[in-house]
């Protein structure tokens, strides 16, 4: 067998195991159950107003997300892993798009995406309904667009303010924004 007929059945496997919890129940944390009750109480209360008025210590990016879910009917557990699932698969081929643009080999680049993949994290945490994957998915974007050529990569400015509704660590994109402006 050659190297990519077994790095693609390693991916089918991969994407097959992620797929199959598509059908499982939502799993909750503490912080997940944070999101999904602001989210809620803003669905049946005055909408985003309230949902920027009322005081939460976490960002309030995610919250608005599953608010547009809850307000347009479809807000589900299916849902929520499907677009996790979503936020997942954008991240990573992204990531596999900058690891290319700066240089690395196509091979070690999917390695790379692979071991994220892999990751007993990503596996467990993709059913919760936590911020994890859309910052993931933001902050890749992020990243894709700074390392584009020209003007463009000064649009990695939206993903990255974004990102930092979604988790304060967002504010680790604008570093490598202060040095694009400064050479």
Same mark, same amino acid.
């Given at each position: 067998?050659?190297?990519?007929?077994?790095?693609?059945?390693?991916?089918?496997?991969?994407?097959?195991?992620?797929?199959?919890?598509?059908f499982t129940p939502l799993r909750l944390t503490t912080d997940g159950i944070y999101?999904?009750?602001?989210?809620?109480?803003?669905?049946?209360?005055d909408g985003l107003v309230a949902l920027y008025r009322q005081h939460f210590l976490?960002?309030?990016?995610?919250?608005?997300?599953?608010?547009?879910?809850?307000?347009?009917?479809?807000?589900?557990?299916?849902?929520?892993?499907?677009?996790?699932?979503?936020?997942?698969?954008?991240?990573?081929?992204?990531?596999?798009?900058?690891?290319?643009?700066?240089?690395?080999?196509?091979?070690?680049?999917?390695?790379?995406?692979?071991?994220?993949?892999?990751?007993?994290?990503?596996?467990?945490?993709?059913?919760? =309904?936590?911020?994890?994957?859309?910052?993931?998915?933001?902050?890749?974007?992020?990243?894709?667009?700074?390392?584009l050529q020209g003007g463009v990569k000064w649009l990695a400015i939206v993903p990255?303010?974004?990102?930092?509704?979604?988790?304060?660590?967002?504010?680790?994109?604008?570093? =490598?924004?202060?040095?694009?402006?400064?050479?």
């Amino acid at each position: 067998m050659t190297r990519p007929y077994l790095f693609g059945l390693a991916l089918v496997l991969a994407a097959l195991l992620y797929a199959a919890q598509v059908f499982t129940p939502l799993r909750l944390t503490t912080d997940g159950i944070y999101y999904l009750s602001f989210a809620d109480a803003a669905a049946r209360g005055d909408g985003l107003v309230a949902l920027y008025r009322q005081h939460f210590l976490l960002p309030k990016g995610y919250p608005a997300i599953l608010f547009v879910l809850m307000k347009a009917g479809v807000f589900s557990s299916l849902v929520l892993v499907i677009s996790n699932l979503i936020f997942f698969s954008l991240g990573l081929l992204l990531n596999f798009q900058t690891l290319v643009s700066l240089g690395f080999e196509r091979g070690y680049s999917a390695v790379l995406c692979m071991l994220t993949i892999l990751s007993f994290v990503a596996v467990k945490n993709i059913t919760l =309904p936590m911020s994890d994957f859309l910052f993931y998915a933001l902050s890749a974007t992020a990243w894709w667009l700074m390392n584009l050529q020209g003007g463009v990569k000064w649009l990695a400015i939206v993903p990255s303010l974004c990102a930092v509704e979604v988790r304060l660590a967002g504010l680790a994109l604008f570093v =490598p924004l202060a040095f694009l402006a400064w050479s």
